[in-house]
């Protein structure tokens, strides 16, 4: 850094650099301790930490814990600045990394969120793994297919010698509607 540069550059306390940030000076301390500001021998350099004030923190944690608001009372004109969630940092001017911290919070409180609803569902046996369904239905369709497919075997001879075509009809809706309900209850066995 130049002399020159040197020389403009205005130093002053921490605790008067709380009073112009209306914050106590116990917060500044702790923020130097934490390295969320730096200091040049003690003093703080105003402009310098204000940047470093907004970068390092985390903008989705209230700075007064029980109103929630700044301590620093925000001027009527001066417009609030809501926390981004979306865009990334290069769309619009001042977006800080805090913004970027508020955004990938919010994703993992989403994605903690989802995981718990699908656990909560998989135990309330509304979730099933899609690859038992598949599983479950092919074996349900081929069990279908085989009982069908003996219906002939089963009542061929009752068939034949059956007299009226209403008896053969009555016989082939009673093996019909028997191989259903046989179907019917071995799904509700199985849970398909």
Not at 116 to 134: I, S, Y
Request: some cysteine; proline content about 5%; glycine content about 8%.
């Amino acid at each position: 850094m130049t002399l020159a540069r040197r020389a403009k550059r205005e130093l002053i306390s921490q605790r008067e650099y709380a009073r112009r940030r209306g914050i106590s000076h116990v917060a500044v301390q702790h923020a130097v301790k934490t390295g969320r500001i730096s200091t040049v021998r003690g003093k703080v350099d105003p402009a310098a930490a204000d940047r470093d004030w907004l970068s390092n923190t985390d903008q989705s944690k209230p700075r007064n814990r029980i109103t929630g608001r700044p301590k620093r009372a925000r001027p009527p004109d001066e417009p609030s600045e809501p926390m981004d969630f979306g865009g990334s940092e290069g769309d619009r001017p001042g977006i800080t990394t805090a913004s970027g911290y508020a955004r990938a919070r919010a994703a993992r409180e989403l994605y903690q969120a989802q995981r718990t609803k699908l656990a909560l569902e998989r135990e309330n046996g509304t979730l099933v793994r899609a690859d038992r369904v598949r599983i479950g239905a092919f074996d349900m369709a081929r069990k279908t297919r085989d009982q069908l497919m003996a219906i002939p075997e089963r009542v061929g001879a009752l068939l034949v010698a059956a007299e009226d075509l209403a008896e053969v009809h009555r016989i082939l809706e009673e093996e019909i509607e028997r191989i259903c309900h046989e179907l019917s209850d071995a799904g509700r066995t199985e849970g398909l």
